[in-house]
């Protein structure tokens, strides 16, 4: 291939791209995040995760939790989102179960024991994260 050409094929590649007085032959109307957003969708159960749960099934997660310790429940959307991820721990059979609890119940208002974490582990796995 001599110089020309491959000058030419160059710049043929470079016009395919679009500039501003040549878009792109589709366009998108979206972008970055909210363009992803608009064309994925999110599935969280592969990974373990169940979905957020509603109207008595939040309450019993709640009851639950605040029956191991009343500050575990103490922000309920921040329980459910705790409650969910380890979820994700438990059904994925990580090694550190025990401690990622203590780490992600954990408030600045209470630390989590190690009996507490394998409680809220056991409660968890028996129903809630079956659910993923």
């Known amino acids: 291939m001599n110089r020309t050409a491959a000058t030419v094929a160059a710049l043929l590649a470079l016009t395919a791209c679009g500039t501003a007085d040549n878009p792109p032959a589709t366009p998108s109307v979206k972008d970055g995040a ?9 599935d969280t159960r592969p990974a373990g995760i169940p979905p957020k749960p509603e109207g008595a099934e939040r ?18 959307d921040k329980a459910i989102d705790n409650a969910r991820n380890q979820c994700s721990v438990i059904n994925g059979g990580g090694d550190n179960v025990g401690s990622l609890a203590q780490q992600r119940f954990s408030t600045s208002s209470h630390e989590v024991s190690a009996v507490e974490a394998k409680v809220i582990n056991a409660t968890l796995a028996a129903t809630f994260c079956k659910t993923a």
């Open 34 to 42: 909210e363009a992803f957003t608009a064309t994925a969708s999110v």
């Open 59 to 76: 309450e019993a997660l709640l009851g639950a939790l605040s029956t191991i310790n009343p500050a575990l429940a103490e922000d309920p």
